[in-house]
């Protein structure tokens, strides 16, 4: 009988360490204890759009570790966001700007600009359709699209783009993230630079690794987040499912 009893003891807690790995990965962790979790787990887009691997609250600043070159860290800020649009900064050497584009299914860099340092909404000229007011250039870029899949490939203007991994674990210096998504990068009409970068569901960027060169010679180019800070507006701005 004691043995009996020990066996279903034993299963129990088999059972309950089983459950409790299975509801760890149908809903992807973060940071353990972190003071924005609660915030992070009310993104409300399907698992299957591409939407739900780039929260967009206002004001939120990603600090992101690097090593290989100088401007490997740097610190991207969603400065402004419209209904499918927002405005990212991205600030190390120099400050560039990006309009882009959310979609379900896609994630569009639209426009441009490098040593951008002003306090300004570009989304609003844009909305308005005042494009010569805003500093910079015209883009077609694609960092990310759908279906979000192993094999799902795609060309923008720059280069050629395929999903190589889903529902991975990623280690970064701000935590562990499950549910990752790996999108490789190939520069068009260059064999010497691919670059891999790791969304995670409700997150977004949390890492991004660049190989520049062939052979021996490789410079491995990381960055890594470590930091996430989100301003007072925590509602996503996007309107499509």
Known sequence: ??????????????????????????????????????????????????????????????????????????????????????????????????????????????????????DRNLLKLWLEGDKSSIPGRAEALVPLQGPLRVGTSWTDDRYQREIVQVKQVVTVPLGTFYDVLVVESKALGSDDWVQHEYYAKNMGLIKREARLGAGDEDLLVISALEELNVGSDYTHVHRRN
């Open 1 to 118: 009988m004691d043995g009996k009893r020990l066996r279903l003891g034993l299963g129990i807690v088999l059972l309950i360490l089983i459950s409790s790995l299975v509801v760890e990965w149908i809903n992807p962790s973060f940071v353990d204890n972190h003071p924005l979790q609660k915030y992070l787990r009310t993104n409300p887009c399907p698992s299957d759009s591409v939407l739900a691997y780039l929260p967009t609250w206002g004001q939120a600043m990603y600090k992101f570790a690097g090593e290989g070159i100088e401007f490997a860290a740097f610190t991207r800020r969603i400065t402004y966001a419209a209904p499918e649009l927002l405005q990212i900064e991205d600030l190390s050497g120099t400050n560039l700007v990006k309009i882009v584009e959310l979609t379900p299914n896609e994630l569009r860099v639209v426009w441009t600009a490098e040593e951008f340092y002003e």
